[in-house]
């Protein structure tokens, strides 16, 4: 290879990896309840609200429009600038009542993602009340499933019963949204955030973006049918550890290379590939209940593994390292442990 062509060939990787790390992320926050007077799990007062939605505005972050941030994210030419979506699960009556008026009062658009069996029962919308969002500028209505069932197959069932029972929750709601709100939005919350690779293959089969529960931020590198968000529950929404949630970074690792997180063993073993931004020196990883947990550093891999088995249908690996902007790339892990009940 000549000179030159040695040159044009550093050239170009050169600006390849320059329009990879300009990139900026999507940070999506997932609410349920906007209520003092909730479940506190998945309630977020009316003041925390507020005091998160002010500290957006005071890090001069955007808050945009979900649908069309997260192509954007994949697309051949992101944004440079960190973005925030905000959702809500369910359909909630609090949201309505409570959350809609803040975000309306400050001009911020929001995505709800709606269980369409529970619209009409007690403590959620009415279809009137979702009519009356959806004619409102920036809000969105996307898809939650009918009847919020675990759509994961059970060790059970079988899989043509499997198959019957999630396409009439993935299909019957999109079809009642369009009909009742004129919206075919290509956009999917997983009811509990659970998901396998069989579900993951029907959502991708209707192209649409799947999203989880488990945190992060989406970058180009975020599986596509298995897409995080932070929850904003009391518990998980406090101002301390915000800015770092607001600001964080996808980790630089291609996620649906990573496992589905239906286990096979007790505690799962997570292997990620070693990459040139993360230094295992720096990388600090939690479990859900358990704390700090190592990370054994191999040639080519990183291997994180809980001490000890867990009991809960539901758990994550929590992995942060810092990022090169000051803030942190951050990976969460769900893990889901099927013989264990449904909530």
Not at 2 to 20: C, D, E, K, Q, Y
Not at 93 to 114: C, H, M, N, W
Request: proline residues 6%; charged residues 20%.
């Amino acid at each position: 290879m000549t000179i030159r062509n040695l040159w044009v060939a550093g050239t170009l990787v050169s600006l390849l990896t320059t329009s990879f790390f300009a990139h900026a992320d999507l940070v999506v926050l997932q609410y349920h309840h906007i209520s003092d007077a909730t479940p506190p799990s998945t309630s977020t007062s009316a003041s925390l609200f507020e005091a998160q939605l002010d500290m957006i505005s005071d890090l001069d972050l955007e808050v945009v429009d979900l649908h069309t941030a997260t192509v954007e994210v994949f697309s051949d030419n992101p944004t440079t600038k960190q973005q925030i979506a905000i959702t809500f699960d369910d359909a909630y009556e609090s949201v309505y009542s409570k959350g809609a008026d803040i975000l309306q009062e400050r001009g911020l658009p929001y995505t709800l993602f709606v269980d369409t069996a529970a619209i009409g029962n007690h403590g959620y919308m009415s279809w009137p009340q979702l009519q009356e969002l959806a004619r409102r500028d920036g809000v969105s209505i996307a898809n939650h499933g009918e009847g919020h069932g675990h759509m994961a197959r059970r060790p059970d069932e079988a899989e043509a019963d499997w198959l019957k029972r999630i396409t009439r929750s993935l299909d019957a709601a999109q079809a009642e949204l369009e009909e009742k709100l004129d919206t075919r939005l290509p956009l999917f919350a997983y009811p509990y955030g659970e998901f396998d690779t069989a579900l993951e293959a029907e959502v991708s089969q209707r192209g649409w973006y799947a999203f989880g529960q488990h945190s992060g931020a989406i970058g180009p590198l975020s599986g596509q049918t298995r897409l995080p968000r932070f929850p904003m529950a009391n518990t998980y929404g406090q101002l301390n550890s915000l800015r770092d949630k607001l600001t964080s970074k996808a980790f630089p690792v291609d996620t649906s290379a990573l496992p589905d997180g239906v286990i096979a063993e007790n505690p799962p073993t997570l292997t990620l590939p070693r990459v040139d931004e993360i230094q295992p020196s720096r990388l600090t990883c939690f479990a859900s209940t358990m704390g700090q947990i190592e990370v054994q550093v191999s040639d080519n891999t990183l291997s994180i593994q809980a001490p000890r088995p867990f009991n809960s249908r539901r758990f994550r690996y929590n992995c942060t390292h810092p990022a090169p902007d000051g803030g942190f790339y951050w990976l969460s892990q769900q893990w889901l442990d099927l013989s264990k009940p449904e909530d």
